[in-house]
């Protein structure tokens, strides 16, 4: 006779119980696959009129990955995997050697390793973006500076990206430098940040996120010095300043990440002198005496004691800084899952050529 | 222009199969999978030429993968004829160039511009050739398994219906390691790579995932279930169909981070 215990052991280890989650996952799955996601609810009342947006959100449809049915689901099936994964562990361990097969085991282990690791992504990754123009600079998390020194964008002939690359130089670190690697992060230490290759560090990485280009206004002083304005930004002067506001209404253009519209070679800073922004025309206030203006004006024109004389396009470099501690854990699943797998496979599969 | 020769050739090997089909007795034709292979190695070519233009493995776009996949069922369908559980089979090859024909007949379509374009800064990665290689081929040994699931459930004979059976599993059993690596961990790695998170659920990596757990129940409900029931190459034939969704339907019914590819 079993004791209720070993019924509910049973149970729970059983491969029919797998089934049945397995085939529940798939269809949670698949409702969160057809209704686009974390979307804002007047999305779905237009997207999808009548009862149906009633049923997406009165069930959680519009966040299947986060809601409490799938969690329990996704639970239960962990728990299923680990007692199961160790129950036929111990059952290979108790056979003789050479009849052991340890790749099912692998691959569960691996996989019990890599939901741990995802629920640590969910539960601590943190992701910011920073912008940086050329020579500006940011606080990365450990407390050291990051400066982005140099930005290079190409294009190919048809005008699609070919690549983007930022050069930053990353200086400071951890406060209490006793470590030799401590010690290195202290120094400065130049590094090229590409799409596909990032920046590395010790807990968090950083990404090459985007690129886009912004308009600054290039003026002129009374000596003859140029100087640029980005948007916002202003140029004091004896009796006031010049405040560089916007560019006048349907003339602004900003090239987003992909598919600018702008191009830029390198962010050499270059007063641009396409045919079509000397007549764009750009809004300034200026302050005069206590006297404020507003004041449009194209290329070549004078704002007080400037004269305005084009336009540059400045890049700016989208980075992002991930910290992600669950990653670790779920490339080592990746290891064994893809060990376990295979190992499982080349077995049951000796044989199979004629 | 090599795709269409190929696809000539794949039409001609279709035309002897089906004759030999309709011969009662006798054994498989000794030229259509010769055909295969051939039309196999012309995809393959183009590949290359592709890949030399654009200084880059050309598997990125839609042409480039349905491409990749008709070739890499091309040579499937050549190997078949050496594996012990499809050897002497004449069925199977011939479902496997009906769908190999498809993929070809769709890389014509207007769906698939066969433009040669160098890719963009996401997709210069080593992990996505990866990524997409090992996904199409654990994909066409599911084609393969498709068909011989669908031939389990029409055959009324119990023989045929166990070797159908070997069949299908022996085509999942190479297709899903190479798939699991492929679809699911190389993609994670480069998706981690290019954009900082390795899954964001996406409409392409849901179905993605859909698929894999699919695959996944068929190999337990197969150790759990009689070897009678149809439920089991069942699980094999929607696993088709979702894979082929994922590759084809996500990318022209729902949007993501995917749509370029
Ligand atoms: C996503 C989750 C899972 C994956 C990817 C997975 C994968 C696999 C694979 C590939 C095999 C080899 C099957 C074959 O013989 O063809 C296997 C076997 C097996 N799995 Fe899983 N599995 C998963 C979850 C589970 C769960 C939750 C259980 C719990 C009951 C389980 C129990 C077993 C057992 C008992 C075997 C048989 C091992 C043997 O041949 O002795 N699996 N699994």
Redesign the pocket.
């Known amino acids: 006779m079993k004791s209720s215990f070993d019924k509910i052991y049973d149970a729970l280890?059983?491969?029919k119980?797998?089934v049945v989650?397995?085939v529940l996952l798939a269809l949670f799955a698949i409702a969160g696959g057809i209704v686009p996601q974390g979307k804002p609810a007047d999305f779905y009342l237009s997207r999808f009129p009548g009862p149906k947006s009633v049923i997406i959100l009165r069930f959680g449809i519009d966040h299947v990955f986060s809601s409490i049915p799938f969690l329990l689901l996704s639970s239960a099936?962990v728990l299923?995997?680990t007692?199961?994964?160790f129950h036929?562990l111990t059952g290979e361990f108790s056979k003789p050697r050479g009849k052991r097969?340890h790749?099912?085991d692998i691959?569960?282990l691996g996989?019990i390793v890599l939901m741990f690791g995802a629920v640590l992504t969910a539960r601590t990754r943190t992701g910011t973006t920073i912008n940086l123009r050329k020579g500006e600079s940011a606080d990365l998390p450990d407390g050291a500076k990051i400066v982005l020194v140099d930005t290079t964008y190409e294009q190919y002939p048809d005008g699609r990206p070919k690549s983007w690359e930022s050069t930053v130089e990353i200086y400071g670190g951890p406060s209490q430098a006793s470590s030799a690697a401590a010690e290195a992060q202290h120094a400065v230490r130049q590094f090229r940040i590409r799409v596909n290759a990032p920046l590395r560090r010790k807990g968090y990485s950083i990404y090459q996120q985007n690129w886009h280009t912004e308009k600054e206004v290039v003026l002129k002083d009374p000596m003859g010095m140029s100087l640029s304005l980005d948007q916002g930004a202003r140029a004091d002067t004896k009796d006031g300043f010049v405040l560089f506001m916007a560019l006048a209404p349907s003339e602004a253009s900003t090239g987003e990440a992909g598919s600018p519209t702008t191009a830029v070679g390198t962010a050499d800073l270059a007063v641009t002198a396409a045919p079509e922004e000397a007549a764009t025309r750009a809004v300034f206030l200026l302050e005069q005496n206590g006297m404020r203006t507003v004041v449009k004006a194209a290329p070549g024109e004078k704002i007080g004691a400037f004269t305005f004389s084009g336009y540059l396009d400045q890049s700016i470099s989208g980075l992002a800084i991930v910290t992600d501690r669950g990653y670790p854990f779920v490339a080592a699943g990746f290891i064994l899952?893809i060990l376990g797998?295979f190992i499982?496979?080349i077995r049951?599969l000796k044989g199979m050529l004629a | 222009m090599i795709a269409t020769v190929a696809f000539g050739l794949f039409i001609l090997s279709l035309i002897i199969q089906i004759i030999y089909l309709f011969k009662k007795a006798g054994g498989q034709d000794g030229i259509s999978h010769w055909l295969s292979l051939a039309a196999g190695i012309l995809l393959l070519v183009e590949i290359v030429r592709r890949s030399i233009a654009i200084r880059f493995v050309a598997l990125t776009g839609m042409f480039e993968s349905l491409i990749f996949l008709a070739c890499a069922l091309a040579f499937l369908i050549f190997a078949l004829r050496h594996f012990k559980s499809t050897k002497g089979n004449r069925v199977i090859p011939f479902g496997a160039t009906i769908i190999a024909l498809t993929f070809l007949a769709l890389a014509s379509s207007p769906l698939a511009p066969a433009d040669v374009k160098p890719p963009v800064p996401a997709l210069q990665s080593g992990w996505l050739v990866l990524h997409v290689s090992f996904t199409f081929i654990g994909e066409v040994f599911f084609a393969v398994g498709f068909v011989s699931a669908i031939l389990q459930l029409a055959t009324k004979s119990e023989e045929k219906r166990q070797n159908y059976d070997r069949a299908t599993?022996t085509s999942i059993?190479v297709g899903?390691?190479i798939f699991?690596a492929g679809a699911l961990v190389f993609g994670a790695i480069w998706a981690e790579k290019a954009w900082g998170v390795w899954w964001s659920w996406d409409p392409k990596e849901t179905w993605a995932l859909i698929t894999?757990?699919t695959y996944?129940a068929y190999?337990?409900f197969?150790?759990v279930r009689k070897s009678t029931s149809r439920l089991v190459p069942a699980l094999v034939i929607v696993g088709f169909a979702i894979a082929m969704f994922t590759f084809l339907g996500v990318n022209f019914l729902l949007k993501g981070l995917h749509s370029y590819a």
């Open positions: 280890r059983s491969v119980l797998a989650l397995l099936f299923n995997l007692i199961c994964t036929r097969r790749g099912p691959l569960h996989l899952v797998v499982t496979y049951k | 599993y059993a899903y390691p699991t894999w757990l996944t190999l337990h197969r150790l």
